[in-house]
């Protein structure tokens, strides 16, 4: 007997998940495990050249190797080359700057691509690449995004400049708070350049169909609906003659699944060919052609009054954009800007954030995009600023976090892009007192900047908002079939974040069904209207308010079905265990109402956004000869309103924190300066592995649903990886207080942590 | 070159280019698309198959090395619908989220076990540390791997 | 990242497979494990004409310990030297600087000849050699020869090897008993290549003085060399906390000439770490 579950006993538990039983045994079928009758394999050459005008392209011999069916360059993608226009927060002014899917003229960083070789095998059409000759002239290469804005080298020459747009965080009046403060501090700051680096790299497989001029694109991600709409407006087609389809993905963390040059090009030589195309990114592409992310320098000045209450906050970012604007490159500096305040009340702001472009490769959103930058900065000047004043550093952040009371708590305002939010709902001073407890920051406390065993101790600590659940809407669609399941179909993606499972628990809780009855269809433009995808924490709060208001409304319409087939009113039918329908004694089978179009469609429509909220904090221990910083204990504390699946936000939380941990003391990607990518390896390229960060805790609260969206909840999952720079940091910062070395710049890697002991002993001598 | 193989207990017979890899070969030539490749250059371990019992990165071996060699990949871990007793412990603490990485994660893990029932959580990272995850943080990772061990202790393979 | 093409060998025997070299004129390339050969070719650094594979030559997988000291064959893989029961006592600093080496899949694949032939100036076995004064053993048309893992390395993935020649084992000097030894290396992560590495070991006189000290460094310069200074600074006297100090700043100073910076190390920093290190292993010196 399929037992009865009472409402919401799937939402709020650690359902196992629904995913887990093709991808563990090696059924899941990723992009590169499809393919085609007929299939060509394409490679793409790509600038050696970080800056430079094409010459000419000899393509000659490459053709002439046998297997090879076309080489493409740009006069081949008719006679303008189309451009990928912004997705997210798209100006006129900043078009000049929008990439071409093929170079013609110039290139403007190591990887851009240069030519398309299409060929029987991936091997060959490798060898090919080999056998092409591109003559670059080199210009001049714009390394640093701080001495982009001079002008002595433009990227784009029409444009007559290299910084490609200017945006203002502002709030209150912060020149008469700089003038009336007791006290100032003026700081710069950098955050290296890193990226998300999901374990499968990209790839496309694309078929035309000649007789239906109809195109079908696998290995989709993110947001299919945005990239149809582009590809068919490159391609001239209608957005209904293009099926993007959602295949299982390898990781996402905002680059993957953006529309990228091969996204145009390879469907396109799929319609020249007239025959099925792959394209698979190989790793070494990946870590020059995909979005790079978080490369900032800041200067940021802040006024307090002698007690610690801040009054103002200003400041200055320069946001390393690379040789182009992506489809969401904008969203980093943008959220630089604005978030620079994070929790706490700041009356009066002026941040501004300038997008420079550089010639290396374009950045994108990475997981908690422009936050990661923000908390690291503001964060680590708060500890700079509590020592000044002789304030505790937890009792200043005490005394500024924005108080509930005041919550909806409207941010600074950023302009020219959209930039109006407010906090939806927060106890702030909860989660961090729950993170102090936790990690026993009194009993720690005695051991900050002591030399135990050769090393020194030190704790860290910052505050977070996360933001999520962005608009403008997501609709979902339920229907019964003919053996009584219930198909979801609904326009958000999957990214490997357990979508599947999260919206199954949604809908079997909103149905009263058992999970296994609930079937879950997402991603591909074949399912529903459209979609918009996941980012921002938005897939679960938007789609899955979607699948409950439809639930609703299908309730509804069994009951006005089973009405009409038992002859009563609907308020007399009762659905029982969602395989009838009885009232008075007569009953009716689910299945047999299936014939009656059972489908209920509902859109949810929001533009509020949704703030998680916490605390991390993290104890470390420094070996002052080699650098080396270990992180003893990590402890996390976000409440997000409501957990939909508290295994799976545990999970995608600690890796967040991993992330977070890789990206401040391991991972950066390094150019020298002619622009040319030196960590261009996975062994380069350092990941946190299994036996570098053993010891994280997290503890997630759901002390305030927000108001914003029907089930509560909160987007989350990127919160893990906001504060780590700045909890890193500050731990190491109190370690090596006897030494008064203030980390200023990431990543702590063993030789700057190294060098900056070493020069503030020089100074203490001197 | 002609190569014959036994995988997953079956004997095939294929006839290769000297430059494919191991890798490549199980994928594209044989379909055993669950074994799947992240770096291509031996960092990743995605690719991570069992040759004659022991883990092996199978970017890093041609297929023609693996002529007359047993290979047991992800799709040879269970025989049926049902999980394996470390594929269950996977799922039950959340070991995997996009599940590109977990294949490579199964069969080093079995291999370990299979050779070191008693593996502590040191042994346990140390081996792991040979396999990159990017959602995990490899947390729940170690705690499945861990619970898994009993179903390996007195020497049989689960 | 598919390799380039090749052609592929798999000789019977050792004189079949040097001549298959000689016939290919340095265009050929041995593969054993292929654990650096393969990233190699991935990423087209290489393109031989053909691969010679070393697989079915008989007698290179052999860990013989004798009085002579420990002989590991050419395709003795990491793992063997990690399980092998009398070679922790036989060479116990090999077999924990070995420990260093990659991660679980390239042990079980990787080998010794492999790695010496790939010769990367951070690599332990590489390192070991020229520590230990070890004699590597290699076959060519014209018969063998026996190369000191001093005269072996001459540069960054370089080594003396001709065209034709094959490593086939390499032999570390026996190991007295009551030698102190220790093998100190730094790497960012686990398993990476180190930044920098010691590899030391020194015997005691009948009054308790060091002598005989091989102090071997990797990840510093161009290739694994022995630091003589240190040597002289160690011989003759008591270890304790004072030569401790004193051989790690000759250490420092020894690689000030040759120790290159690089993406991920100042030069300077270097110099510091490997005091740093010969410091430790001193410290830690154990029997």
């Known amino acids: 007997m399929t037992p009865m579950h009472v409402l919401n006993s799937y939402v709020g538990s650690p359902v196992e998940r629904i995913e887990d039983l093709r991808l563990l045994r090696g059924k899941g079928q990723f992009v590169d495990d499809l393919t085609r009758e007929g299939l060509l394999h394409a490679a793409i050459l790509r600038s050696n050249v970080a800056h430079g005008r094409i010459l000419s392209i000899e393509t000659r011999d490459a053709l002439d190797l046998p297997g090879v069916h076309a080489v493409l360059t740009a006069p081949d993608f008719g006679p303008s080359v189309p451009v990928i226009p912004l997705r997210l927060m798209p100006m006129p002014s900043l078009e000049p700057f929008a990439q071409p899917v093929i170079a013609s003229d110039k290139v403007r960083y190591v990887g851009e691509p240069v030519a398309v070789v299409l060929a029987e095998s991936a091997a060959i059409a490798e060898d090919a690449l080999e056998l092409i000759y591109a003559e670059i002239e080199p210009l001049p290469a714009i390394v640093d995004g701080t001495k982009a804005g001079d002008g002595q080298v433009l990227l784009v020459e029409s444009s007559g400049t290299n910084e490609a747009a200017q945006y203002s965080a502002l709030l209150g009046d912060v020149e008469r708070a700089f003038q009336e403060a007791e006290y100032v501090r003026r700081e710069k700051f950098r955050v290296h350049r890193h990226t998300a680096l999901p374990m499968e790299p990209r790839g496309i497989l694309a078929e035309w169909d000649q007789e239906s001029e109809r195109l079908v694109v696998w290995g989709a991600a993110k947001v299919p609906f945005a990239n149809r709409r582009i590809l068919a407006q490159q391609m001239g087609l209608a957005e209904e003659d293009i099926d993007m389809i959602e295949n299982d993905v390898g990781g996402g963390f905002g680059v993957r699944g953006e529309f990228y040059p091969e996204d145009f090009l390879v469907p396109f030589a799929a319609r020249l060919t007239g025959r099925p195309v792959k394209w698979i990114e190989d790793r070494r592409e990946h870590l020059i052609a995909t979005n790079h992310a978080r490369e900032v320098d800041c200067e940021v000045e802040i006024a307090c009054r002698k007690d610690g209450t801040i009054l103002g906050l200003r400041g200055s970012a320069f946001v390393d954009m690379g040789a182009y604007l992506r489809t969401n490159g904008v969203i980093g500096p943008r959220n630089v800007a604005q978030f620079l305040v994070g929790p706490y009340l700041i009356p009066n702001v002026a941040v501004t954030a300038s997008l420079m472009m550089t010639n290396k490769t374009p950045v994108g959103t990475y997981r908690g995009p422009g936050r990661y930058e923000a908390d690291f900065f503001r964060e680590r000047l708060f500890d700079m600023v509590a020592r000044d004043l002789g304030i505790d550093r937890v009792e200043f952040r005490r005394r500024n976090l924005v108080p509930e009371d005041m919550i909806p708590y409207a941010l600074p305002t950023v302009t020219p892009v959209e930039g109006r939010t407010q906090f939806d709902s927060g106890d702030y001073q909860a989660t961090l007192a729950r993170c102090l407890e936790e990690i026993g920051w009194d009993e720690k406390a005695a051991l900050q900047g002591r030399l135990i065993d050769g090393r020194y101790h030190g704790l860290g600590i910052g505050c977070f908002v996360e933001g999520g659940g962005t608009g403008p809407r997501e609709t979902a669609r339920l229907v019964v079939e003919a053996d009584g399941t219930l198909s979801v179909f609904v326009g958000t993606s999957a990214v490997g974040q357990g979508l599947e499972t999260a919206c199954a628990q949604i809908a079997a809780d909103a149905l009263e069904v058992p999970m296994e009855r609930v079937r879950i269809y997402h991603g591909s433009t074949t399912y529903v209207r459209e979609g918009f995808g996941s980012f921002h924490s938005r897939a679960v709060v938007m789609g899955g308010s979607a699948i409950q208001l439809a639930a609703e409304a299908l309730k509804e319409k069994v009951r006005e079905a089973g009405a009409r087939h038992l002859g009563c009113s609907p308020d007399e039918a009762r659905i029982v265990d969602w395989t009838a329908v009885t009232a008075g004694g007569k009953s009716v089978e689910l299945a047999e109402l299936a014939a009656e179009d059972l489908t209920a469609e509902h859109t949810f429509a929001n533009t509020k956004h949704t703030y998680s909220y916490g605390a991390h904090a993290a104890h470390v221990a420094v070996d002052p000869k080699t650098g080396a910083v270990e992180v003893l204990d990590y402890l996390a504390v976000e409440d997000v309103g409501r957990a939909i699946n508290p295994l799976t936000l545990h999970g995608q939380t600690i890796g967040a924190i991993v992330q977070g941990l890789g990206g401040t003391l391991l991972e950066h990607l390094i150019y020298d300066e002619n622009g040319q990518l030196l960590t261009g390896s996975l062994a380069d390229y350092m990941m946190p592995t299994a036996s570098d960060y053993p010891n994280i805790r997290v503890v997630t609260l759901q002390l305030r649903p927000s108001p914003v969206n029907p089930l509560g909840a909160k987007g989350a999952g990127e919160g893990g990886i906001i504060p780590v720079g700045g909890v890193i940091a500050n731990a190491v910062a109190a370690a090596l207080a006897p030494f008064d070395v203030q980390p200023r710049e990431l990543p702590l890697s063993p030789p700057r942590v190294w060098a900056m002991l070493k020069t503030a002993r020089e100074g203490a001598i001197v | ?158 | 990242m598919k390799l380039p093409s090749f052609e592929y060998a798999c000789p019977a025997t050792l004189a079949e497979a040097v001549r298959i070299l000689a016939d290919h004129e340095g265009e050929a390339k041995v593969i054993s494990g292929g654990q650096s050969l393969m990233p190699v070719l991935a990423f087209r650094l290489a393109a031989p004409s053909v691969l010679v594979d070393l697989r079915n030559v008989p007698g290179l997988d052999r860990i013989t310990i004798t009085e002579n000291g420990v002989h590991l064959g050419a395709r003795v893989r990491w793992c063997d030297i990690e399980s092998h029961d009398g070679l922790r006592k036989a060479h116990p600093l090999l077999v924990q600087g070995i420990s260093h080496v990659a991660h679980y899949q390239i042990r079980n694949r990787g080998t010794v000849g492999g790695s010496l032939a790939h010769a990367d100036p951070a690599a332990e076995m590489p390192g070991l050699a020229v520590a230990c004064d070890a004699e590597i053993s290699v076959q060519g048309v014209a018969g063998s020869r026996l190369i000191k893992a001093a005269d072996f390395f001459d540069g960054a993935l370089s080594t003396v090897l001709e065209f034709d020649e094959i490593i086939t084992g390499i032999r570390f000097p026996a190991w007295p008993s009551g030698r102190r030894w220790a093998f100190e290396e730094f790497a960012r992560r686990r398993g990476d290549f180190a930044m920098a590495g010691v590899a030391l070991h020194f015997d005691l006189d009948a009054a308790g003085r060091a002598c005989n000290a091989h102090v071997g460094v990797i990840g510093v310069c161009s290739h694994p060399c022995r630091l003589t200074a240190v040597e002289e600074v160690i011989n003759g006297n008591v270890v304790e906390e004072d030569l401790v100090a004193a051989a790690a700043k000759a250490a420092s100073e020894a690689v000030a000439a040759d120790v290159t910076g690089d993406m991920h190390a100042s030069a300077e920093y270097r110099q510091a770490l490997i005091g740093v290190l010969v410091e430790r292993a001193l410290a830690h010196a154990q029997v």
Do not use: W
């Open chain 2, 1 to 158: 070159m002609q190569v014959s193989m036994e995988i997953n207990g079956k004997a095939v017979s294929i006839d290769v280019e000297p430059r494919m890899t191991l890798a490549d070969c199980l994928r594209h030539h044989l379909g055993l698309t669950g074994t799947h490749v992240g770096c291509e250059h031996g960092v990743c371990g995605a690719c991570t198959v069992m040759v004659d019992g022991a883990a092996m990165r199978s970017c890093l071996m041609l297929a023609v090395q693996a002529d007359k060699a047993k290979v047991v990949t992800v799709e040879g871990l269970s025989c049926d619908e049902a999980l394996s007793p470390l594929q269950a412990a996977f799922r039950k603490h959340h070991a995997l989220q996009c599940g590109f990485c977990t294949p490579g994660m199964l069969t080093t893990a079995h291999a370990l076990l299979s050779k070191e029932p008693q593996a502590d959580e040191t042994r346990v990272r140390e081996v792991l540390s040979g396999n990159l995850c990017r959602c995990t943080g490899y947390t729940a990772l170690v705690e499945a791997v861990l619970e898994a061990r009993d179903a390996y202790q007195g020497g049989q393979e689960a």
